[in-house]
């Protein structure tokens, strides 16, 4: 008796495998894949310290503005750096008069009541404050606008007890604030 075997197809007859070229392309994909998320991880932990750090410029702005307004003794020296969190900041401060420019109908309203109040109209005060990342931390000696920063700028009544209570209360109890305040309220040297 004749035995008849079926005849293979040659699809059939041997089973699929990853050619070299195959795995060499899967392993370049791959490799695009991690360099890709490589350096997307990167870019975000950079953006991430860069914000932290601008984010303490800013925070360092505002304490130095409320002690400037408090007690303008107790600031650090403008050639010091100033630690804040890990990293080390410098500022500068300028304060400026502002004079204020009325209409007509007020101006012939407040020279009415002069009399009245020895409190100068022209007494409010900009203050303008940088503060910047300092070379000790990757920054610079100077204000740039390349380095994490912050510029604050307020314009305030320099009159202690308008401000705040604790403010008012610490100024009582020095003699040469006291005295400081008394002269700017009327419109005296600044």
């Known amino acids: 008796m004749l035995q008849h075997t079926p005849i293979k197809s040659p699809s059939t007859a041997r089973q699929r ?7 060499v392309l899967a392993i370049a994909a791959l490799g695009l894949v991690a360099a890709s998320a490589t350096t997307t991880m990167s870019f975000l932990y950079g953006t991430q310290v860069r914000e932290q750090r601008r984010l303490g410029a800013r925070e ?10 408090d007690n303008p003794n107790d600031l650090p020296g ?8 890990q990293d080390q900041f410098r500022y500068d401060l300028q304060i400026a008069p502002v004079a ?6 007020v101006v ?13 109209i022209d007494r409010l005060e900009q203050i303008t404050l940088r503060v910047w990342l300092s070379e000790e931390s990757g920054g610079t000696t100077r204000f740039s606008a390349n380095v994490p920063n912050a510029v604050l700028v307020r314009l305030y ?32 040297s600044r």
Do not use: C, W
């Open 17 to 23: 495998g990853m050619t070299l070229l195959e795995v």
């Open 60 to 69: 360092l702005a505002h304490r130095l503005v409320l002690i400037q307004l």
């Open 78 to 85: 403008p050639s010091e750096t100033i630690p804040y969190a």
């Open 100 to 105: 204020l420019n009325p209409k007509e109908h």
């Open 108 to 120: 012939r309203s407040l020279a009415a009541r002069r009399n009245e109040s020895p409190v100068s």
């Open 157 to 188: 009544d320099p009159h202690y007890f308008n401000r705040n209570p604790d403010s008012g209360f610490k100024m009582f109890d020095d003699q040469a604030r006291r005295e400081q305040a008394i002269q700017e309220m009327l419109g005296g």
